[in-house]
């Protein structure tokens, strides 16, 4: 009876591990068959997007520049302190051309705008970067409230010195 069971339990054995195998396989296939059909439908949907026709924009037109005079001014300091000087050129940035031309006339105003704020800043206010992103913003602003309607996008700096 012992050689029965042990027979008995050696086919169940071997079924079970027949079943288990036959599982992995389908998985396996299973998964295999996944991997490719998402690779085919990636490479069905993606393959037309480089040859898309889009409507193309107009060509942007370039901004175009004003100068301003160069302006050389001294900072405030406290009693007893060397006079520091503030000497910049400034260009404003403008969308188009035909800007430049209604601006021009208004540049004396600008510039008397802008010196007298640069001379209340003191040295301190223009270190760094951020002094200098602080002091750009607000010359633009000042800029925009003069030349009004016409709106100046940036003042950019070509030099900046304080000595």
């Known amino acids: 009876m012992a050689d029965e069971d042990k027979a008995e339990g050696g086919a169940e054995g071997e079924a079970a591990a027949s079943k288990k195998g036959k599982l992995k396989l389908i998985i396996a296939a299973v998964g295999f068959l996944a991997v490719l059909g998402g690779g085919a439908g990636w490479f069905f949907l993606m393959r037309g997007h480089g ?20 302006m050389l001014v001294n900072l405030v300091g406290a009693p ?5 000087y503030l000497k910049v050129k400034l260009v404003l940035e403008v969308k188009e051309e035909k800007q430049v031309e209604a601006i021009k006339p208004s540049l004396p105003r600008v510039t008397d705008l802008f010196q007298t704020y640069l001379r209340e800043l003191r040295a301190s206010d223009l270190n ?4 200098l992103f602080r002091l750009k913003e607000e010359l633009t602003k000042r800029v925009n409230a003069a030349l009004s309607p016409n709106q100046v996008n940036a003042v950019l700096f070509k030099e900046v010195v304080v000595q």
């Open 128 to 131: 760094g970067s951020a002094g």
């Open 51 to 70: 040859e898309e026709v889009h409507a193309e924009a107009p060509p942007l037109k370039p901004p175009a520049f004003v100068e301003v005079p160069d």
């Open 80 to 84: 007893g302190e060397r006079i520091q």
